[in-house]
């Protein structure tokens, strides 16, 4: 019996564009296949172990003839390519309408209420990249005090302010404040607290970074595996994406090797249920710069800790590593792209080598988690726990 499950979320690891990827301005994208073709290969020989090279569809990767996991790649059901809409999914909601975006910032009447409850103004109001946008009003913003908002191609309401400036209490405090305001047609996916530091021409976003999810509109796996008495172990902004709902425990992280160390920390307890870990140093530090050559150096440096993750795997314990979304690069765009995820399982108690193929919906994961577990719920997903045991 499988008493345990580790999945670790590759944030932005997607692996080649969905049927529908043209619709949202993503023909082309393929963070991982692209980043190889771009290096002349990546070497991730870990992963390749495990059946990396012989999901279907993959490019940039050789096949093994003996994987050691099972192995697949999934469609996104649901509207949208950002981070909640794909976590969401993996634990079995689907989202029929997408989070609202603002490609020409936020109304007047969100800004206003805004300003008017923090008792200031605001800087921006547009979408920008994270670390332009510091750069171009980072000395208006200590000069005056007032936060800079921005948004992206995602739905985001972002907030960034110099932690001397602005204390991090205060910054969380007003990213809270959005929070309430941005519901019902404005209900924005996240609002994410974005403090830096440094002087003028050397500012430097912080791992102090903290996002305020909606919360699910319904049950997931997550507060299945809860309700029944079992754990769930939230690493790195897992328990933000889901607004806290369904968690049992949880830890933040400075960034992805700290990420998986505080999984293995979690690996090495006596618990039952599910570890959760989203290591987001690939999409938020190397993705979203267009870093071609960092998020290689990051995803093999993740390949190279694969193996002290299966040592500390329990015989009754399943890995599972996937994605959310893409963020290719390789391309013009610094946002996050419409793309397949990969899907990876390893564990004593499954048949390695098994190709799971193309799943319809991210929610396959979080059907087959329950019933590993052993769990009755009514997420969306058709499980493949039968196939691999």
Request: proline share 4%.
């Amino acid at each position: 019996m499988i008493n345990r499950v580790t999945l670790i979320v590759l944030d932005s690891v997607g692996i080649g564009e969905l049927p529908d990827a043209e619709l949202y301005g993503d023909s082309g994208s393929n963070t991982m296949g692209n980043i190889s073709k771009h290096l002349g290969g990546l070497n991730l020989k870990n992963m390749q172990k495990l059946g990396l090279g012989n999901i279907d569809g993959i490019e940039g990767f050789n096949p093994v003839s003996n994987p050691l996991g099972c192995y697949g790649r999934s469609l996104e059901k649901s509207k949208g390519k950002d981070t909640t809409t794909g976590h969401w999914e993996i634990a079995g909601l689907i989202l029929e309408t997408p989070f609202p975006t603002y490609p020409d910032g936020f109304p007047d009447e969100v800004i206003k209420e805004f300003e008017k409850r923090i008792g200031r103004k605001t800087l921006g109001n547009k979408p920008a990249s994270g670390t332009a946008i510091i750069e171009e009003l980072g000395d208006e913003h200590v000069k005056t005090g007032y936060p800079i908002v921005y948004t992206s191609a995602d739905s985001v309401f972002q907030i960034a302010a110099h932690e001397e400036v602005i204390s991090l209490d205060k910054l969380y405090e007003m990213c809270e404040t959005a929070r309430e305001i941005l519901v019902g047609e404005h209900g924005v996916g996240r609002v994410i607290a974005r403090p830096f530091i440094g002087k003028s021409g050397e500012y430097k976003r912080t791992s102090n970074r903290k996002d305020f999810s909606r919360k699910p509109f319904k049950k997931t796996i997550l507060n299945y595996i809860a309700d029944n008495g079992l754990d769930v172990c939230a690493v790195g902004k897992i328990e933000d994406i889901y607004g806290g709902y369904g968690i049992t425990k949880a830890v933040h992280t400075k960034n992805n090797m700290d990420g998986v160390d505080k999984t293995l920390e979690f690996m090495k307890e006596n618990s039952k249920g599910l570890i959760f870990t989203n290591l987001v140093d690939f999409d938020m530090q190397y993705g979203h710069r267009n870093d071609i050559a960092g998020y290689a150096k990051a995803l093999e440096e993740f390949d190279n800790r694969v193996p002290e993750i299966i040592e500390n795997l329990r015989d009754d314990e399943l890995l599972i590593i996937t994605a959310d979304h893409g963020c290719d690069p390789t391309t013009e765009s610094t946002d996050h792209s419409r793309e397949y995820i990969p899907i990876l399982v390893y564990g004593k108690m499954i048949k390695p080598g098994i190709n799971l193929g193309t799943r319809t919906s991210f929610s396959d994961i979080g059907k087959t988690i329950g019933e590993l577990l052993g769990i009755e719920n009514d997420i969306e997903g058709t499980s493949f726990a039968k196939e691999i045991l």
